[in-house]
């Protein structure tokens, strides 16, 4: 997937619609990455309850077996994140700010998920920390909570830089 600048200068009718292909493209991206922020955070808790409840055996291991696979079939996939986190947290302890996160998480992902215009719910439903998500405060602080998290989950990944893996180049670069 690529987007040609060039090419939707030449074929958009007007500066109006310039800018709005630009918007749609923006608000599809920053929803992809809420959303595949979600999935990631779901499998991270659904990884941590498969390794409590099978100890000491690899995935691909414990993927012959018809214990694990119904195990992940009949139950971890019947979780609802939140579940998860539940779970996750009564078998081990989670700082605040990782909890808060996933729960805001969740919030936001049903929110952008379930309707094209989530700006029209009740409320302020695609804020981050009080700022637009859509908006460039709104996302970054957004990456700077999930950076948060994805530090928990992967808490020493020796040679891996966890802060910059998930987030685009550009950002990173405006970041320092």
Do not use: C
């Not at 959303?35 to 955070?41: L, Q, S």
């Not at 409840?53 to 018809?66: I, N, Q």
């Not at 996939?77 to 700010?97: A, C, N, Q, Y």
């Amino acid at each position: 997937m690529a987007l040609d600048i060039s090419d939707l200068i030449e074929h958009s009718e007007s500066a109006v619609a310039l800018t709005t292909h630009l918007e749609l493209a923006r608000r599809r991206l920053v929803v992809a990455n809420v959303v595949w922020t979600y999935t990631w955070v779901d499998e991270s808790l659904a990884l941590l309850l498969a390794h409590y409840y099978f100890p000491g055996r690899s995935f691909v291991a414990l993927w012959r077996t018809k214990k694990f696979r119904r195990f992940n079939y009949f139950i971890l996939e019947k979780l609802s994140l939140l579940e998860k986190l539940d779970h996750v947290r009564d078998i081990r302890p989670m700082t605040k700010d990782v909890v808060v996160f996933i729960q805001r998480l969740n919030g936001l992902r049903n929110a952008l998920a379930h309707t094209f215009f989530p700006e029209n719910l009740k409320g302020r439903r695609t804020d981050w920390r009080g700022k637009d998500v859509f908006s460039i405060e709104g996302f970054r602080s957004f990456e700077a909570d999930a950076d948060v998290a994805r530090e928990y989950f992967v808490p020493e990944s020796p040679g891996v830089n966890v802060r910059g893996l998930y987030r685009p180049k550009a950002i990173r670069e405006d970041e320092g």
